[in-house]
Protein backbone atom coordinates (compact mmCIF):
# COMPACT_ATOMS: atom_id res chain seq x y z
CA UNK A 1 0.00 0.00 0.00
CA UNK A 2 1.12 3.88 -0.90
CA UNK A 3 0.95 6.82 1.59
CA UNK A 4 -2.11 7.52 -0.75
CA UNK A 5 -4.72 5.02 -0.05
CA UNK A 6 -3.72 5.20 3.84
CA UNK A 7 -4.91 8.97 3.61
CA UNK A 8 -8.08 7.97 2.06
CA UNK A 9 -8.92 5.33 4.21
CA UNK A 10 -7.83 7.75 7.55
CA UNK A 11 -9.85 10.83 5.83
CA UNK A 12 -12.72 8.31 5.94
CA UNK A 13 -12.57 8.57 10.11
CA UNK A 14 -11.26 4.85 10.53
CA UNK A 15 -8.55 4.94 13.00
CA UNK A 16 -5.16 4.08 11.77
CA UNK A 17 -3.87 0.99 13.89
CA UNK A 18 0.00 1.06 13.87
CA UNK A 19 2.48 -0.95 15.78
CA UNK A 20 6.62 -1.14 16.10
CA UNK A 21 7.77 -4.20 14.19
CA UNK A 22 11.49 -5.57 13.61
CA UNK A 23 11.34 -8.96 12.20
CA UNK A 24 9.60 -10.96 8.96
CA UNK A 25 7.87 -13.29 11.61
CA UNK A 26 5.97 -10.17 13.19
CA UNK A 27 5.48 -8.41 10.44
CA UNK A 28 3.59 -11.56 8.54
CA UNK A 29 1.70 -11.88 11.69
CA UNK A 30 0.52 -7.70 11.94
CA UNK A 31 -0.18 -8.82 8.26
CA UNK A 32 -2.90 -11.06 9.48
CA UNK A 33 -3.93 -9.47 12.35
CA UNK A 34 -5.32 -5.86 10.12
CA UNK A 35 -2.23 -3.70 11.23
CA UNK A 36 -2.24 -0.78 8.89
CA UNK A 37 0.83 0.86 9.74
CA UNK A 38 4.36 -1.12 10.59
CA UNK A 39 6.97 1.02 12.13
CA UNK A 40 10.25 -0.23 11.95
CA UNK A 41 11.14 2.20 15.27
CA UNK A 42 14.25 2.57 16.88
CA UNK A 43 12.88 1.46 20.09
CA UNK A 44 14.82 -1.94 18.54
CA UNK A 45 17.69 -0.34 20.65
CA UNK A 46 15.86 -1.79 23.62
CA UNK A 47 13.42 -4.34 22.96
CA UNK A 48 15.85 -6.40 20.56
CA UNK A 49 18.83 -5.19 21.36
CA UNK A 50 18.89 -4.70 24.99
CA UNK A 51 20.06 -0.98 25.41
CA UNK A 52 18.74 1.10 27.93
CA UNK A 53 17.99 3.79 25.19
CA UNK A 54 17.54 4.38 20.85
CA UNK A 55 20.25 5.80 20.89
CA UNK A 56 23.08 3.08 20.24
CA UNK A 57 21.06 2.21 17.29
CA UNK A 58 22.22 2.83 13.72
CA UNK A 59 21.70 2.85 10.17
CA UNK A 60 22.84 0.07 9.29
CA UNK A 61 20.87 -1.54 12.06
CA UNK A 62 17.66 0.12 10.73
CA UNK A 63 18.32 -0.79 7.22
CA UNK A 64 18.94 -4.64 8.50
CA UNK A 65 15.48 -4.87 10.47
CA UNK A 66 13.63 -2.49 7.46
CA UNK A 67 14.43 -5.05 5.12
CA UNK A 68 13.42 -8.15 7.07
CA UNK A 69 10.17 -6.34 8.34
CA UNK A 70 9.24 -5.65 4.38
CA UNK A 71 10.26 -9.09 3.31
CA UNK A 72 7.67 -10.67 5.76
CA UNK A 73 4.53 -7.88 4.49
CA UNK A 74 5.41 -6.91 1.39
CA UNK A 75 2.48 -4.54 0.80
CA UNK A 76 1.80 -3.48 3.93
CA UNK A 77 2.72 0.30 4.17
CA UNK A 78 6.24 0.45 6.34
CA UNK A 79 7.01 3.57 8.17
CA UNK A 80 10.97 3.25 9.38
CA UNK A 81 12.85 5.65 11.84
CA UNK A 82 15.99 7.94 10.72
CA UNK A 83 18.04 6.97 13.91
CA UNK A 84 20.16 9.23 16.23
CA UNK A 85 22.66 10.97 14.35
CA UNK A 86 22.15 9.42 10.19
CA UNK A 87 19.46 13.27 10.36
CA UNK A 88 20.60 15.68 12.54
CA UNK A 89 23.30 17.48 10.76
CA UNK A 90 21.84 18.47 7.54
CA UNK A 91 19.17 18.20 4.95
CA UNK A 92 21.53 16.26 2.76
CA UNK A 93 22.34 13.87 5.41
CA UNK A 94 18.76 12.97 6.16
CA UNK A 95 18.48 12.42 2.50
CA UNK A 96 21.32 10.13 2.05
CA UNK A 97 19.30 7.89 5.57
CA UNK A 98 16.10 8.45 3.95
CA UNK A 99 17.54 7.14 0.56
CA UNK A 100 18.89 3.96 2.11
CA UNK A 101 15.94 3.19 4.29
CA UNK A 102 13.58 3.44 1.01
CA UNK A 103 16.07 1.51 -0.96
CA UNK A 104 15.49 -0.99 1.77
CA UNK A 105 11.58 -0.70 1.18
CA UNK A 106 10.44 1.73 3.90
CA UNK A 107 7.64 3.82 2.16
CA UNK A 108 8.17 6.37 4.75
CA UNK A 109 10.54 7.76 7.06
CA UNK A 110 9.82 9.06 10.64
CA UNK A 111 12.26 11.92 11.97
CA UNK A 112 11.84 13.44 15.55
CA UNK A 113 11.89 17.68 16.46
CA UNK A 114 10.18 20.01 15.99
CA UNK A 115 11.16 23.75 14.16
CA UNK A 116 14.38 22.66 14.02
CA UNK A 117 13.57 19.67 11.63
CA UNK A 118 11.23 22.11 9.42
CA UNK A 119 13.86 22.68 6.82
CA UNK A 120 14.65 18.90 6.86
CA UNK A 121 11.16 17.98 5.99
CA UNK A 122 10.67 20.29 3.54
CA UNK A 123 14.12 19.03 1.59
CA UNK A 124 12.91 15.61 2.31
CA UNK A 125 8.92 16.21 0.58
CA UNK A 126 10.30 18.40 -1.85
CA UNK A 127 12.25 14.61 -3.13
CA UNK A 128 9.72 12.50 -3.11
CA UNK A 129 10.31 11.42 0.23
CA UNK A 130 7.38 10.96 2.46
CA UNK A 131 7.93 11.66 6.03
CA UNK A 132 6.36 11.57 9.74
CA UNK A 133 7.61 14.25 11.98
CA UNK A 134 7.31 12.89 15.84
CA UNK A 135 6.70 15.70 18.64
CA UNK A 136 5.82 15.60 22.43
CA UNK A 137 8.28 13.04 23.88
CA UNK A 138 11.18 12.47 21.97
CA UNK A 139 13.40 9.15 23.11
CA UNK A 140 16.42 10.69 20.80
CA UNK A 141 16.41 13.24 23.07
CA UNK A 142 16.14 11.26 26.86
CA UNK A 143 19.56 12.64 27.66
CA UNK A 144 17.94 16.37 27.75
CA UNK A 145 14.40 15.21 28.46
CA UNK A 146 14.41 11.91 30.53
CA UNK A 147 11.36 9.81 29.87
CA UNK A 148 9.04 12.81 30.67
CA UNK A 149 5.30 13.65 29.65
CA UNK A 150 5.81 16.64 27.54
CA UNK A 151 3.47 19.66 26.88
CA UNK A 152 2.14 20.05 30.11
CA UNK A 153 3.09 23.46 30.74
CA UNK A 154 0.97 26.50 28.78
CA UNK A 155 4.57 27.60 26.79
CA UNK A 156 5.44 24.36 25.99
CA UNK A 157 2.11 23.33 25.06
CA UNK A 158 2.04 26.25 22.29
CA UNK A 159 5.40 25.68 21.02
CA UNK A 160 4.21 22.02 20.19
CA UNK A 161 1.13 23.52 18.60
CA UNK A 162 3.27 25.93 16.47
CA UNK A 163 5.53 23.05 15.68
CA UNK A 164 3.02 20.62 14.35
CA UNK A 165 1.73 23.23 11.85
CA UNK A 166 4.99 24.15 10.65
CA UNK A 167 6.22 20.25 10.05
CA UNK A 168 2.80 20.56 8.39
CA UNK A 169 3.27 23.46 6.28
CA UNK A 170 6.63 21.98 5.14
CA UNK A 171 5.54 18.61 3.96
CA UNK A 172 5.21 16.18 6.82
CA UNK A 173 1.85 13.71 5.65
CA UNK A 174 1.92 12.00 8.83
CA UNK A 175 2.40 13.47 12.95
CA UNK A 176 3.40 11.31 16.12
CA UNK A 177 2.14 12.47 19.34
CA UNK A 178 4.09 10.94 22.41
CA UNK A 179 3.43 10.98 26.11
CA UNK A 180 1.00 14.79 25.89
CA UNK A 181 -2.42 15.41 27.69
CA UNK A 182 -5.03 14.71 25.58
CA UNK A 183 -6.42 17.57 24.98
CA UNK A 184 -3.03 19.16 23.56
CA UNK A 185 -3.22 16.21 21.20
CA UNK A 186 -6.93 16.32 20.44
CA UNK A 187 -5.85 20.56 19.52
CA UNK A 188 -3.00 19.48 17.17
CA UNK A 189 -5.42 16.58 15.63
CA UNK A 190 -8.38 19.34 14.72
CA UNK A 191 -5.48 21.58 13.24
CA UNK A 192 -4.15 19.53 11.12
CA UNK A 193 -4.87 18.07 7.97
CA UNK A 194 -2.23 15.28 8.28
CA UNK A 195 -3.19 11.92 10.96
CA UNK A 196 -1.71 12.29 13.97
CA UNK A 197 -0.66 9.00 15.54
CA UNK A 198 -1.09 9.11 19.21
CA UNK A 199 0.96 7.14 21.66
CA UNK A 200 0.06 8.12 25.50
CA UNK A 201 -2.11 11.39 24.05
CA UNK A 202 -5.41 10.21 24.79
CA UNK A 203 -7.94 8.52 22.47
CA UNK A 204 -8.47 11.03 19.80
CA UNK A 205 -5.86 11.62 17.49
CA UNK A 206 -6.29 10.10 13.84
CA UNK A 207 -4.61 6.36 14.88
CA UNK A 208 -2.73 5.04 17.60
CA UNK A 209 1.06 3.14 17.89
CA UNK A 210 1.79 0.88 20.24
CA UNK A 211 5.47 -0.48 20.94
CA UNK A 212 4.88 -4.37 20.17
CA UNK A 213 6.70 -5.40 22.91
CA UNK A 214 4.47 -3.56 25.53
CA UNK A 215 1.31 -5.10 23.59
CA UNK A 216 2.11 -8.72 24.14
CA UNK A 217 3.47 -8.42 27.36
CA UNK A 218 7.11 -8.96 27.19
CA UNK A 219 8.16 -5.23 28.29
CA UNK A 220 9.00 -5.72 32.27
CA UNK A 221 7.67 -2.33 33.27
CA UNK A 222 5.69 -0.77 30.85
CA UNK A 223 4.78 2.88 30.32
CA UNK A 224 1.59 3.70 32.01
CA UNK A 225 -0.09 4.43 28.54
CA UNK A 226 0.95 0.60 27.27
CA UNK A 227 -1.88 -1.79 27.37
CA UNK A 228 -0.82 -5.58 27.52
CA UNK A 229 -3.48 -7.72 25.08
CA UNK A 230 -2.36 -11.02 25.92
CA UNK A 231 -4.50 -11.81 28.92
CA UNK A 232 -7.47 -12.36 27.23
CA UNK A 233 -5.95 -14.08 24.47
CA UNK A 234 -5.17 -17.55 23.11
CA UNK A 235 -2.28 -16.70 21.25
CA UNK A 236 -0.36 -13.35 19.76
CA UNK A 237 -2.10 -12.47 16.90
CA UNK A 238 -5.45 -12.99 18.49
CA UNK A 239 -3.63 -10.41 20.83
CA UNK A 240 -2.37 -8.06 18.05
CA UNK A 241 -5.91 -8.67 16.31
CA UNK A 242 -7.59 -7.43 19.75
CA UNK A 243 -5.59 -3.69 19.42
CA UNK A 244 -6.69 -3.30 16.06
CA UNK A 245 -9.73 -3.78 16.71
CA UNK A 246 -9.88 -1.80 20.38
CA UNK A 247 -8.07 0.94 18.36
CA UNK A 248 -10.35 1.08 15.34
CA UNK A 249 -13.74 0.90 18.07
CA UNK A 250 -12.08 3.66 19.71
CA UNK A 251 -11.97 1.60 22.98
CA UNK A 252 -7.92 1.80 23.19
CA UNK A 253 -6.57 3.94 24.76
CA UNK A 254 -8.57 4.60 27.63
CA UNK A 255 -8.45 7.01 30.34
CA UNK A 256 -6.11 5.16 32.51
CA UNK A 257 -3.67 5.26 29.57
CA UNK A 258 -4.09 8.99 29.20
CA UNK A 259 -1.40 11.19 29.84
CA UNK A 260 -2.29 13.43 32.88
CA UNK A 261 -2.60 17.22 32.41
O1 LIG B 1 10.70 3.71 17.98
C1 LIG B 1 9.53 3.66 18.37
O2 LIG B 1 9.04 2.65 18.89
C2 LIG B 1 8.71 4.85 18.24
C3 LIG B 1 7.34 4.83 18.86
C4 LIG B 1 7.46 5.08 20.31
C5 LIG B 1 6.42 5.81 18.23
O3 LIG B 1 9.12 5.82 17.69
Same mark, same amino acid.
Given at each position: MFLPQLLKKSATGEKLAVLTCYDASFARCMARAGVDILLVGDSLGM !??? %?? =? +? +????SLEHMIYHTAAVVRGAEGLFTMADLP &? =? /??? @? /?PAQALAASTRLLAAGANMVKLEGGAVMVDTVAFLSQRGIPVCAHLGLLPQSVNQTGYRAQGRERKAAEQLIKDAAALEAAGAQMLVLEAIPTLLATEVTQLLRIPTIGIGA???? /?GQVLVLHDAIGLTGKPPRFARNF?? @????IETALQAYVHAVKAG !? &?? %?? @??ETPA
Open positions: !TVQ %GH =G +T +TLPV &F =G /SYQ @E /SGPHC /SMP @EAAD !T &FP %GP @EH
